[in-house]
């Protein structure tokens, strides 16, 4: 903003293995009669849901990008 080049990408924290933790933790027994695929479903919905919770904080904190 003040002239300088200083290339900015934002990008969301949301790593894979602690989501797809939390996830076949609460699935529980469950987990073990699903396939790989509904699993990586299930990850990946968890893990827009927090893409979506860092896009309002971004939005709320003025980010701009």
């Known amino acids: 903003m003040a002239g300088f080049d200083s290339p900015y990408v934002p990008g969301w924290d949301c790593h ?3 989501i797809e933790h939390k996830v076949v ?3 529980g027994s469950k987990a073990q009669g699903m ?3 509904q699993i990586r479903s299930l990850c990946h919905s968890e893990a827009m849901k927090w893409v979506d919770v860092q896009r309002r904080q971004f939005m709320r904190l003025g980010v701009s990008g």
Do not use: A, R, Y
């Open 35 to 37: 396939s790989q695929t």
């Open 25 to 27: 933790k609460e699935l």
């Open 16 to 18: 894979g293995l602690p």
